[in-house]
Each structure stands twice: as structure tokens, then as C-alpha cells.
């Protein structure tokens, strides 16, 4: 089974500000896909940014980017000028590429300080 | 679209009893999956279904079961309700297994409490 890592369980940033979560994983798969999944106190999960592992460029959602290291097994999510709305739950979450299963981490709490 | 929609919201139970979780999509989706997430935690895979009439087991099994008899419904059943199973319980579909479609929806949650 694969396995993620975050090893955040808190973390805080100022508004505006630009904040890095971490997140790393173990397979011994060539080709599977990554995501950052954000749920906000209402409980809904929501697709915050997703990254093919066959494709080198590090993927962006406007002021969401990761830091995609293939052979370091990381997959970090910066997100910049934070905002009050950011304040949310942030799972990252690992899918085989010819697999089923979806695999989460923990989770890393974040709160955005006005 | 509704999405994916989940039935009741919020559910408490005695110890013993049993309830069914109902789940549906309307987006034709192939995949379904049934997760709990417990407090200050990850979600994990209980049951998953690649299409109707198809389901296998995830992480967490024990102590529930599946069916999937259309493409729309994939209700949770809880058979003999036990406190380890107080969590909240998210449905989720996928339209393929692979490819730039690899998200996943879900959906809003049920709350489960058993006492």
C-alpha cells in the first residue's frame, strides 16, 4: 500500500503572505497522480491542484503551485497572498495510476491571521 | 448536476443498531467510494465500486457492507453500529480510472455518532 506523509499537523501565515505545506509519499510506482484536496470548516472537500507524476512541469491554480520532486517523493503546495478563505483543512492524497484507491495523508491545519 | 449527495446529514445511533448511508451521483460516473475520516484525521477507504454489480473492500472494512446494484446508488450499510464507528462519512464518485480525470467529487458528509 502507499503511503502519505504530512508532517504539518498546524500551521499559520499572515494575510498576504506566502505559506509552503509539506507532503511526502512512498510508492514504488513510475506513474500515479497527486492532489491537494482542501476542506474548509463546512466539511466539503474541495480539489485545490493536481499534478500528473509523468509530467515534469510543476502544476498551478492561480495562486496555488506545487513543488513536484519525483525522486525525492514530495509534493509540497505553495500557496501565495493568502487570504481569510484559505483558512481550511489541506489533505494531500496519492492515486495509482491503473489503480482504485485513493491514499490521504493526515492532513495539515492552516489558518490565515488578518 | 446535484452531484454527489448523501442521506442523512447528520445520524445518531445506539450501540447495535443498524443504518444504511445512502449515496448518488448523477454524473454517470463509473467510480464510487465510501470513506470515514475521524477526528483530526485523514480520510480512509472503506468500499469502493469500479461499476455496477462490482464493489471490493479498502483500508477499513470491517464492520460494514456495500451493494451496487445501478450506477447512481451506492449506499454504506452498518450491520451492528459500534462506538469505533462514530466518524463522518464521505461519498465520492470518479468518471474514469485514469487520465486528466483522476478527481474525485464528493460529497457532503454524514455525521455519525454511535453512543
Known amino acids: 500500500a502507499q503511503t502519505v506523509t504530512q508532517s504539518q499537523p498546524e500551521m499559520s501565515v499572515q494575510e498576504a503572505e506566502t505559506v509552503t505545506l509539506s507532503c511526502t509519499y512512498d510508492t514504488s510506482e513510475n506513474n500515479y497522480y497527486l492532489f491537494w484536496y482542501k476542506q474548509p470548516p463546512s466539511r466539503q472537500m474541495i480539489l485545490v491542484i493536481r499534478?500528473?507524476?509523468?509530467?515534469?512541469q510543476n502544476a498551478t491554480e492561480n495562486r496555488f503551485s506545487v513543488n513536484f520532486q519525483k525522486a525525492a517523493k514530495s509534493f509540497s503546495l505553495k500557496i501565495s497572498d493568502s487570504q481569510l478563505g484559505d483558512t481550511a483543512m489541506y489533505f494531500c492524497?496519492?492515486?495509482?495510476?491503473?489503480?482504485?484507491?485513493?491514499?490521504f495523508g493526515t492532513g495539515t491545519s492552516l489558518t490565515v491571521i488578518p | 448536476n446535484a452531484g454527489v449527495t448523501q442521506t442523512p446529514k447528520f445520524r445518531i445511533l445506539k450501540i447495535g443498531q443498524s443504518m444504511t448511508l445512502q449515496c448518488t451521483q448523477d454524473?454517470?460516473?463509473?467510480?464510487m467510494y465510501w470513506y470515514r475520516q475521524d477526528p483530526g484525521m485523514g480520510l480512509k477507504l472503506i468500499y469502493y465500486?469500479?461499476?455496477?454489480?462490482?464493489?471490493d473492500k479498502g483500508e477499513v472494512p470491517n464492520g460494514y457492507n456495500v451493494s451496487r446494484s445501478t450506477t447512481e446508488d451506492f449506499p454504506l450499510r452498518l450491520e451492528l453500529a459500534a462506538p469505533s464507528q462514530t466518524s463522518v462519512y464521505f461519498c465520492?464518485?470518479?468518471?474514469?480510472?485514469?487520465?486528466?480525470?483522476?478527481?474525485?467529487?464528493f460529497g457532503p458528509g454524514t455525521r455519525l455518532t454511535v453512543l
Open positions: 465500486s469500479v461499476g455496477a454489480g462490482i464493489t
Open positions: 499534478q500528473e507524476a509523468y509530467k515534469q
Open positions: 465520492a464518485s470518479r468518471p474514469l480510472p485514469t487520465g486528466p480525470n483522476g478527481e474525485q467529487f
Open positions: 454524473m454517470n460516473h463509473n467510480y
Open positions: 492524497a496519492f492515486l495509482d495510476f491503473t489503480g482504485n484507491q485513493f491514499y
